[in-house]
């Protein structure tokens, strides 16, 4: 009977004292900190500095030469919830909250692919800034926004993400000095210039 | 008989039980004292060679949910408030671990708050000799000196295992639990027998058991409920009466006990992840990326399936990690949980899965579950790894685990397939450990398996390997009794009947799921 006493009287001398020991230093190194947002960081801001208004999470982001050899800014990412006509119609009110406005009817196109061969229908739309409308050919065409989307081969009403979309944008330069835009898991720029498997599932993208 | 395969077996066999019957082994009890030396000098030279270590892999979040709960019984006990952010992120984490290694852990911690990590090997392997020491008494209680001497001969003589006893994973000390509680509910199906109930202590001691194992090693869930339902089941079936109604009430007892001390962990880790947690979180994710598109075990080094992110995952982090960014990030955007979001991502990726891809991930997690014991020798090692010297002794350690656990695997295979009959007490004793090995083998149907994991059914392997030899000796010696097994009460008569019924349909079970799965991978 005294020693159990003994050893519980000692335990909690330790546990009282613990204190003035110092303090563990845990390293936290199994739940890293989630980096923000890449368009919610600040590093590389949406023309206008639009706000996409719909759950979205961004896969890739960067710089491409197109075939004209204009540099353009490429930014893959996925959709939840929402369908892909609303995902259009609310990526491009997201465009048009901040003065662009939409050139012609959105188009719709058939792109084979997925990993199974679905045929997915692609919706796309362009936008053009306040003073490009009017320009004439040779204008700068920095303020020109392409909208594509996607429904993700496999998923259904019932899957939470439904689909990918692919902003054609604007080069962009770096807008911020945050330690977040050096990171890739933030920013999504990724040093190898994108995600392997094509921008857009289907292809078309 | 004379030309059967098995007759180097049934040698062996004969020789042991009747050296045993004439007297000429030790007495148990000398030789679990030469056992337990032999242990500890094994542990003794195993410690050069781990001692240098850092953390490995997930050791370092056991490691630092220990630190973390030091910190919050210095709070407690200085009367300040915790630091919950801290035991959130580095205790719960993502709710991969349950926290029983943290637990174990934080008494250094409190002491020595910047434990070097020589030390924590140290401390870990002092922690895993005394719960060594702790199973082979309450073993030997329960079942006899004769199973005191196995536990410690095996895993305690393994040297694999002994690398495993300096580490940070649950894995062997939720094993040398598992094999208590074992032995608790063989105890308690004698009392049954004799038509009497438990008493509150031995429900105590069912409940915390089981809730220990639990806090250890998670996976070992399904063993955990498999020996409460044994204990329900032949409890209702065997004990009558007034007697019937206490042992209900003792049970009902264990599971408090056990609902009670899961709470609190189920609670915080519910709290933190914002969704129902009740033990971990894992199991939608790594059935993905066990089963997911192309996967395999190179694969698992390059990356998570290529589907698990609704597409690629990111390209900079690894198979557990980038799922688990993209799930935080899809919960952040569509409000939804963490582990809502890895139940779609699961869902989602496995959904094209087909019976033969299946079977065959099936296969390699078993064969890396039973086939690599020794593979722990070439992870715990320093930074930069060992010289000459050391890297011999890692091959060696390796080398030697296989010797010893090789026959111990096979006989435990053959025991699994083979109905005993030589008494009762033998064929429960049986049924039980087959139950409970049955239960952990679910684990490689559903997740990927690593080389540590077989420490957790150890023990039992080495019960059920010693089984099979008991029975070969038996039948040799033509002391079999006839089936079904005399019956001394009409409570042995129908316990036989269940024993027997359940015996011949885990056989069967075992047999069908083994072809079932190799038939469906080629």
Request: net charge neutral; aromatic share 8%; glycine share 10%.
């Amino acid at each position: 009977m005294v020693v159990p006493v003994l050893v519980t009287l000692a335990a909690l001398a330790v546990l009282l004292a613990s204190h003035a020991f110092g303090r563990a230093q845990p390293t936290g190194d199994y739940r890293p900190p989630l980096p923000p947002d890449a368009l919610g960081n600040g590093c590389y801001p949406l023309p206008g500095d639009a706000r996409l208004d719909l759950p979205y999470q961004v896969r890739s982001d960067g710089d491409v030469t197109t075939d004209g050899g204009d540099q353009r800014r490429l930014l893959l990412g996925h959709y939840s919830v929402v369908d892909a006509d609303e995902a259009l119609a609310r990526l491009v009110a997201s465009f048009e909250a901040v003065g662009l406005h939409p050139v012609g009817p959105p188009r719709s196109a058939e792109g084979s692919g997925g990993p199974d061969g679905e045929v997915t229908e692609h919706l796309s739309q362009r936008l053009r800034g306040p003073g490009d409308a009017a320009a004439g050919p040779g204008s700068p065409t920095s303020t020109v926004v392409g909208i594509e989307v996607a429904p993700i081969a496999g998923t259904s009403p019932d899957t939470l993400v439904r689909g990918a979309f692919l902003l054609d944008l604007p080069v962009t330069e770096r807008a911020s000095d945050s330690a977040w835009c050096d990171l890739p898991a933030s920013t999504k720029r990724w040093p190898e210039g994108g995600l392997a498997g094509g921008p857009l599932p289907g292809g078309a993208g | 008989m004379r030309r059967s395969p098995l007759a180097a077996v049934d040698r062996v066999a004969v020789r042991l039980d009747r050296a045993r019957a004439d007297g000429r082994l030790p007495r148990p009890d000398v030789l679990l004292g030469w056992l337990v030396a032999a242990h500890v000098l094994l542990k003794l030279l195993v410690l050069p060679l781990v001692i240098g270590a850092p953390p490995y892999n997930d050791e370092q979040a056991y490691v630092d949910g220990g630190r973390a709960l030091s910190n919050l019984l210095r709070d407690v006990f200085a009367f300040t408030a915790p630091d919950t952010a801290e035991l959130e992120r580095n205790v719960v984490g993502s709710g991969w671990f349950m926290p029983g290694m943290a637990v174990v852990l934080a008494p250094l911690f409190v002491v020595v708050p910047e434990a070097p990590d020589w030390l924590i090997r140290v401390y870990l392997g002092g922690v895993s000799l005394a719960v060594l020491l702790l199973a082979v008494r309450a073993v030997r209680r329960r079942l006899g000196p004769w199973y005191a001497v196995l536990l410690v001969a095996f895993p305690g003589l393994v040297p694999g295992w002994v690398v495993l006893s300096f580490t940070a994973y649950g894995d062997p000390l939720a094993g040398l639990l598992l094999a208590v509680l074992v032995a608790h509910v063989i105890a308690m199906l004698r009392g049954f027998r004799a038509g009497v109930s438990p008493g509150v202590a031995e429900g105590l001691q069912l409940g915390l058991l089981a809730i220990a194992v639990l806090y250890l090693r998670s996976s070992a869930s399904t063993a955990v409920v498999a020996m409460g339902l044994v204990v329900l089941a032949t409890s209702m079936v065997l004990v009558r009466g007034r007697q019937r109604w206490r042992a209900a009430g003792v049970l009902a007892l264990a599971a408090v006990v056990f609902a009670v001390l899961l709470a609190p962990w189920s609670w915080f880790a519910s709290r933190t992840l914002d969704d129902r947690v009740v033990t971990t979180t894992t199991v939608p994710v790594s059935l993905a990326n066990t089963f997911g598109e192309d996967p395999g075990f190179g694969r698992m080094e390059e990356g998570p399936p290529d589907e698990l992110c609704f597409g690629p995952c990111d390209p900079d982090s690894t198979p557990w990690f980038a799922p688990l960014r993209y799930a935080r990030e899809l919960g952040r955007a569509a409000d939804v949980s963490e582990v809502e979001a890895q139940q779609a991502m699961s869902d989602y990726s496995l959904q094209d899965l087909t019976t033969t891809q299946y079977a065959r991930q099936v296969l390699q997690n078993v064969g890396a579950y039973l086939l690599i014991p020794g593979n722990f020798a070439f992870h715990i090692e320093p930074a930069g790894g060992h010289g000459l010297v050391g890297t011999a002794g890692q091959v060696l350690v390796a080398g030697a685990t296989y010797l010893v656990y090789a026959p111990v695997l096979l006989l435990m295979l053959a025991a699994m397939v083979t109905v005993p009959r030589r008494s009762l007490e033998a064929q429960v004793l049986d049924v039980v450990v087959k139950l409970a090995i049955g239960a952990l083998l679910v684990q490689p149907f559903v997740h990927v398996s690593g080389s540590r994991y077989w420490t957790t059914a150890g023990p039992l392997f080495a019960i059920a390997a010693v089984g099979f030899l008991l029975e070969r000796a038996a039948r040799r010696q033509d002391v079999v009794l006839e089936a079904p097994p005399r019956a001394s009460s009409p409570y042995d008569a129908r316990l036989s009947r269940w024993t027997l019924w359940t015996q011949r349909a885990l056989a069967g079970a075992t047999v069908t799921v083994a072809v079932a799965v190799l038939v469906l991978a080629v």
